[in-house]
């Protein structure tokens, strides 16, 4: 039962370089989403999906893209990396959609750990 | 606008000794749902409650209990006889829409 899981753990990029964080769930869930946490800012929603061909921005999406053109994936782009990108990432996804309501608890990843230099 | 506060921003207690985490939120919906997850030092991000806001009764579980109160737009959790293992980063969060939005979180430590 393998949850959700995120490629790579740990990342070490330059400047200006792209790179791709994938997320993959098994659950089926409708809901997946991308978060940054950085220390003392607690989690920060940068893209999330509702469902295959639906994505949308959170509090803090600028240099980053993400598409979702299966339930399963859900990978998240860096085109040009930034020193302000250094963060955490995690992946969450979520399977109670009620209308425009997310009612369920958000199953995690295990977070992959980017530093640009 | 959607937010929520964590005021406390590290706790230090003693082993056995009770700790609230305290969390108040904003919000303008009238149907919305609360959540706590713990971070352990490991890194995962663990559930440990969901609470809607048409039910503010109080709930325990084990050492765990939560205190709802939305004439004060709080949503507390306290730990009973605190343990070391209870030593974590705690995230109050609150749904709006599609997006969940969490506090800043509070760091607890249990020492022996």
């Known amino acids: 039962n393998a949850g959700v899981t995120q490629t790579p753990k740990f990342q070490v990029l330059k400047t200006g370089q792209s790179m791709t964080l994938q997320c993959a769930q098994d659950m089926n869930h409708e809901y997946m989403s991308w978060y940054r946490q950085d220390p003392g800012m607690g989690l920060r929603l940068i893209h999330y999906s509702v469902g295959a061909g639906i994505t949308d921005q959170g509090e803090v999406p600028n240099g980053y893209n993400v598409s979702r053109s299966t339930t399963e994936d859900f990978p998240l782009r860096l085109l040009s990396a930034a020193p302000s990108q250094t963060s955490v990432y995690f992946c969450?996804?979520?399977?109670?959609?009620?209308?425009?309501?997310?009612?369920?608890?958000?199953?995690f990843g295990e977070g992959s750990r980017l530093t640009v230099l | 606008a959607q937010k929520v506060t964590q005021a406390q921003t590290e706790i230090s207690v003693v082993e056995k000794e009770d700790v609230t985490l305290d969390c108040v939120y904003e919000t303008r919906d009238t149907t919305y749902y609360l959540f706590w997850y713990k971070q352990p030092p490991s890194g995962e991000l663990v559930f440990l409650i969901r609470r809607n806001s048409f039910d503010e009764q109080n709930e325990i579980s084990g050492r765990y209990s939560w205190n709802f109160q939305k004439s004060t737009s709080s949503f507390n959790f306290t730990i009973t006889a605190s343990q070391v293992v209870d030593s974590a980063v705690y995230f109050c969060?609150?749904?709006?829409?599609?997006?969940?939005?969490f506090g800043k979180g509070t760091s607890l430590l249990v020492t022996p």
């Open positions: 969060a609150l749904n709006s829409g599609y997006a969940l939005n």
């Open positions: 969450a996804s979520s399977t109670r959609l009620a209308g425009l309501l997310n009612t369920g608890e958000l199953f």
